[in-house]
């Protein structure tokens, strides 16, 4: 019955959020660029574009599964199949890939940041692997890295990179959603501690960075948000109907969104960007001195909820109680 509520509650507001900002839409709307061939892909949780490879794709499944990671090609079908070694899959819910602009090296980002129970687990670990060169089956050392909240545990299921700065950030999947932001520096030898710094859509399922650092995107299960990196939100962006809405990663060129979704033979869908909000610029990393703020934009206060919040939020819970009233008499 929670989990009902949940999403009763969270469409409800999304309706009201979609009213209440500027929603872009490209004429062309959205394209299916491929489905998972693989049988072994049962869960697509996480989505992310190679940065060193043409048109290979990375993804993992959901809970419940091996640390296991796939490459998948243009057409669906997967290039190569990659363990990690050193690495558990407790509730893998997001990836990212970053590419460090010095040396041309891709990285891969693997989030084992699912808690259902909202701080049942002590700490969360993300994982860190060298983007492999070759794409053939293997088996990859990851370094992990564990994290906790300041303020308690929650539940997330999306990460992104700042590319310009480097900073991670993990975005909880709650009502009230938030943005938190690693420490500059992670440590292996000790849990690194995520803190706070902006508001985030309700039950968010995933987020990304543009590869330029201009902008960033979180996702939901019904609706996409950009945001400017300092927190300012840009608009919505119509998503295509999915069975359960679980990635969103920019293409390459910064000009789309990717989106896929959890369960066999599952989509992904290319969303056209307007040209206003297309990464168009390489990103210069800024030399760690400059990276001494954990907020998003690393220069601008974060917004928490405004008035125009607290409104979607009364009107989401006085639409949504008829809904549960009526669902409860009905599983009486």
């Not at 940065?51 to 057409?75: L, M, Q």
């Not at 129970?117 to 983007?131: C, R």
């Not at 409104?311 to 809904?323: F, K, M, N, Y």
Request: aromatic fraction near 10%; hydrophobic fraction near 40%; proline fraction near 7%.
């Amino acid at each position: 019955m929670g989990d009902v509520v949940f999403r009763v509650l969270a469409a409800v507001a999304a309706t009201f959020v979609l009213s209440a900002a500027p929603a872009w839409a490209d004429d062309d709307g959205p394209e299916k660029v491929f489905t998972f061939k693989d049988r072994n892909i049962t869960e697509s949780s996480g989505l992310a574009v190679s940065p060193t490879h043409e048109n290979v794709f990375y993804t993992h499944n959901d809970s419940s599964a091996a640390p296991v990671f796939y490459a998948v090609g243009a057409d669906g079908r997967t290039k190569a199949t990659f363990h990690l070694r050193g690495a558990q899959a407790r509730d893998w819910e997001a990836m990212a890939a970053t590419r460090d602009p010095a040396t041309g090296q891709g990285t891969l980002w693997f989030a084992d940041i699912g808690d259902n129970l909202d701080g049942a687990w002590p700490d969360v670990s993300i994982y860190k692997v060298a983007e492999p060169r070759t794409l053939r089956d293997a088996t990859l050392p990851a370094t992990r890295y564990r994290f906790r909240y300041a303020g308690g545990g929650r539940n997330a299921e999306g990460i992104m990179i700042n590319p310009r700065t480097g900073r991670l950030y993990v975005v909880s999947k709650e009502f009230s959603g938030s943005v938190y932001a690693a420490p500059k520096q992670l440590r292996t030898d000790k849990v690194n501690v995520l803190r706070r710094v902006a508001a985030a859509p309700i039950m968010a399922t995933d987020a990304a960075y543009a590869p330029d650092g201009s902008s960033y995107v979180i996702r939901t299960y019904f609706s996409a948000t950009l945001y400017r990196p300092s927190g300012e939100t840009l608009a919505q962006v119509t998503m295509p109907e999915l069975r359960q809405a679980e990635s969103i990663a920019y293409t390459a060129d910064g000009k789309a969104l990717l989106v896929g979704s959890e369960g066999p033979n599952s989509p992904v869908y290319r969303v056209p960007l307007p040209e206003r909000a297309q990464a168009t610029r390489t990103p210069t990393p800024k030399p760690v001195a400059a990276q001494e703020s954990a907020r998003p934009s690393d220069t601008a206060e974060p917004s928490g909820l405004t008035a125009k919040d607290v409104l979607i939020w009364l009107a989401a819970a006085a639409g949504a109680t008829g809904v549960i009233t009526f669902i409860a008499r009905r599983t009486r």
